[in-house]
């Protein structure tokens, strides 16, 4: 299996401030993509990032709070923009390869806005 | 209603107990069936993966489908004190593209 690998594994915000996260896969994959998982709370899929077009975001998320790039097959970053303290959370990329079903999940980036 | 229903726990065993975990899902259309195991601070780990009706065993993990009664169950033998985490359960359907809906997870303590 492959190693997904996420930047930072957590941070310490002040509200209003944006911050990018970076999850890199040490093979080329399919699909990635981006969840949030509150505390205390499941999973939930913020969007499906898409190599060299836009990202898809599931109802109730939003391109301009939630900026997402994927330059290749191995990379994407997520940018949580003007936070807020209801942005703290755990943020979490998933990937997907061809012809599978499942979904593979990296480290996790914990999230703090003050 | 949420479409995937997962006791919260804490489910607490003693060693070498058999675990029982399940799902109930209000949906019929989900097709594909998933258990993750995420320890604190960890991202979520795929245990099993089971397509439609039936079972699965992998070792002392055994996953369960019943589409007629939209319940699944994963049973982990011979538990461990590492078995100690939160066990989510997943699901999609087969129009949903890429998107699995998740259960809010059950937290197990496996005591020595």
């Known amino acids: 299996s492959a190693v997904i690998s996420q930047k930072p594994s957590r941070d310490i915000c002040q509200r209003g401030t944006s911050l990018t996260i970076q999850c890199q896969v040490d093979?080329?994959?399919?699909?990635m993509f981006w969840y949030r998982q509150q505390p205390g709370q499941s999973l939930t899929l913020i969007a499906t990032a898409n190599q060299g077009s836009e990202a898809t975001y599931e109802s109730g998320f939003v391109i301009d709070k939630f900026p997402i790039s994927r330059p290749n097959l191995t990379f994407s970053t997520l940018t949580v923009s003007n936070m807020s303290p209801e942005d703290s959370s755990i943020y979490l990329c998933s990937v997907r390869w061809d012809g599978q079903e499942t979904q593979y999940f990296g480290p996790g980036t914990r999230l703090l806005v003050l | 209603q949420k479409e995937v229903e997962q006791d919260p726990g804490p489910l607490s065993v003693p060693e070498g107990a058999i675990v029982s975990l399940n799902c109930t899902y209000s949906n019929s259309a989900f097709q594909y069936f998933m258990w993750y195991r995420q320890y604190s601070r960890k991202g979520p780990e795929l245990l099993m993966y089971t397509y439609s009706s039936g079972n699965k065993e992998d070792g002392r993990f055994t996953a369960q489908v019943d589409k007629s009664s939209k319940y699944i169950s994963l049973f982990i033998r011979d538990s461990q004190p590492s078995d100690s985490a939160t066990y989510l359960c997943a699901m999609k359907r087969r129009a949903a593209g890429n998107k699995l809906t998740f259960g809010g997870g059950t937290r197990v303590l496996v005591k020595p």
């Open positions: 093979s080329q994959v399919t699909m």
